[in-house]
Every structure is written in C-alpha cells, then in structure tokens.
C-alpha cells in the first residue's frame, strides 16, 4: 500500500480534508491564571487586560520582544502572514469563510497584506529577468525606404522626404485620446507609488460587483454582503499576488511593468477553487457562475473605460 509518511493515502487525504474545513485556532491562556497589569494595575483572569486592553505578555523591552514587535509589523507575528499565505495556498476558499465568519485574529489584515505582497511582486519584477524574448535591434531607416502615399494608376509615385513624412498628421482622434489616456496612467504610475495596490482594489471592487449578483446567496454562507464580497476578493488578490511571486521565483523570471506573472489558465482555477469553498456550491453551479461573473466583470472594465474616454474627450 502506497503511504505519504506513516499514513496510507486514503488516510493522509483524510486527515488533510478534516485540516481544510475546521477552523484555525489559536492558544489560549488558561482562565484561572492570574495577571496584574503593568499599564493600569488591574487585576485580571486571562490573555488581555479588560479594563485597558494591554496583553499580558506585555513585558521590559528586550532584544527578542524587539524584533518580534518589528516582525509583526510584517506579519510574521501572532497575526502571521505565512499562516494566512499557506492557508490560501491549500484551504483558500475555507479560509477566507472563516476570516468572514469572524475567525480574524490568526491572520494578517487583508489589505496590509495585499500592499505588502505587492511591493514584493515589484521589485521581483525589477529585479529578475525579463522572461520574454528580446527585441530585435532597430536598423535604422535609410531615405529612400520612407513610404511613399498611395498612388492611382498611372500615376508615378512621388518620393517622400523625412521631413515631408513628419509633417504629415500621424495621429487621428482615436489614437489622440489613447495617448492621452496611456500618459495619464503612466503619470499616476510615476506620481502615486502605491497605484499598483490601489489599481487592483479597483479591479476587487468591481469583482465584488458581480459576485454579489451571481454568489449573493449561497449553500454555505447564505446571504452574502458587498462588503464581505469585497474583502473575500481582497483575499484572493492576496492569493493570486503570492502565486506571482512564486511563478517569478520558480521560473525566474519577472515582467516589465506591473501585471499579475502568472499565467491566466491558473489563476482562473485556483478562482473555481475559491469559489466552490467559500460559497458551497458543486463543480457547475461554481463553473457557471464564474464565468458569468468574469464576463459581467469585463463588461463593467469596458463601460468604465468607455465613460474616462467620454470625459477625457468632454474635457479636452
């Protein structure tokens, strides 16, 4: 029989799948042990004053209290971001019921976490190689290689100077407000370093838009509002960002720019994955309304572009 350590494999996926549906939960401090608090003096029973709040592992600073205070910060804490990372990794849609049912204390805060893998993903990006093919070098172009305009025939075409061609309008209406738009993006890029962060806020926000119209009622956490929508979409940002970096570690590779490393085939799996555990539905009613939820998603990108491109032209 084959065995993953000392269990058989019926057991291990056994042991695995009672892991992925039960709660996290953290130790306690037994009930009956007694603290007097350093910040007011209460007396108190367990982990947390109840009359201001301080822990009672509070403690003089040291060296190790030290860092584990910078550590924190980072989420390798209490609040441990690997716990939540490894948790989204292999219970994603578990997870992040539990954050919504109130289980929140074993895992880092959401949106830190989000700016914080973000940061991550960029200077990856920076760091390691571009993964794509480089570009041909540019030869460049001699006088007589300028296109010349259309002839009708029986006419003979008539060479075109440089100056000639650049004199010519090279942009129509369309191709204006692109530019536009492209340049106003590339300012907010260069003016606002957390734009990457907050541009894909901007994509959970219109997520959370349309699994409220497919996923609003579901089999296991019944009626579900916008706002849980929003953070469960925050969460597997979260998720999708720290797949990236491990694409771009295990390939070694980054892409110029910001965008998601990993290719879309997977992280379009590891969404129905999301979305069967969190929500509770079988594999088609999770498949289809996915793909409804993407389709109402792109639609929203399109009206949203097409209403900037509106005011850009209103406005020019």
């Known amino acids: 029989m084959v065995k993953i350590g000392k269990y058989s494999v019926k057991e291990w996926w056994a042991r695995f799948r009672h892991w992925q549906v039960t709660p996290t939960k953290l130790e306690t401090r037994e009930a009956f042990e007694q603290h007097e608090c350093i910040n007011c003096g209460e007396s108190f029973d367990g982990a947390f004053c ?13 060296l190790r209290n030290a860092l584990s205070n910078i550590l924190d910060v980072w989420g390798l804490g209490t609040r441990s971001m690997p716990r939540a990372l490894w948790h989204l990794l292999f219970r994603p849609g578990h997870m992040i019921a539990d954050y919504l049912c109130g289980h929140r204390r074993p895992y880092f805060p959401p949106f830190k976490m989000l700016f914080v893998l973000t940061a991550t993903a960029l200077l990856l990006s920076h760091l390691l190689p571009d993964g794509e093919a480089p570009a041909q070098p540019s030869r460049p172009v001699e006088r007589a290689e300028v296109a010349a305009p259309p002839t009708t025939a029986g006419e003979e075409a008539v060479p075109v100077t440089p100056k000639e061609s650049a004199e ?12 536009i738009i492209y340049d106003m993006w590339n300012l907010a890029m260069e003016k606002i370093p957390a734009s990457p962060a907050m541009l894909l806020l901007g994509w959970q926000f219109l997520f959370a838009l349309s699994t409220g119209v497919f996923f609003r009622r579901s089999p296991r956490m019944g009626c579900v509002t916008f706002t849980e929508q929003f953070y469960a979409q925050v969460l597997i940002a979260c998720q999708m960002q720290f797949l990236s970096i491990l694409y771009m570690l295990i390939t070694f590779s980054g892409t110029e720019g910001y965008q998601m490393n990993i290719p879309f085939r997977y992280m ?15 594999w088609w009613g999770t498949l289809w309304r996915s793909a409804l939820t993407y389709a109402l998603t792109g639609v929203l990108v399109m009206l949203l572009a097409f209403i900037v491109t509106i005011f850009v032209v209103l406005t020019m």
């Open 168 to 179: 010519q309008p090279s942009m129509n209406e369309t191709q204006r407000v692109t530019r």
């Open 268 to 282: 379009v799996a590891y969404a129905l994955i999301d979305y069967k555990q969190l929500y509770g539905y079988g």
């Open 50 to 62: 109840p009359y201001c709040g301080q822990s009672a592992k509070t403690s003089r600073l040291t």
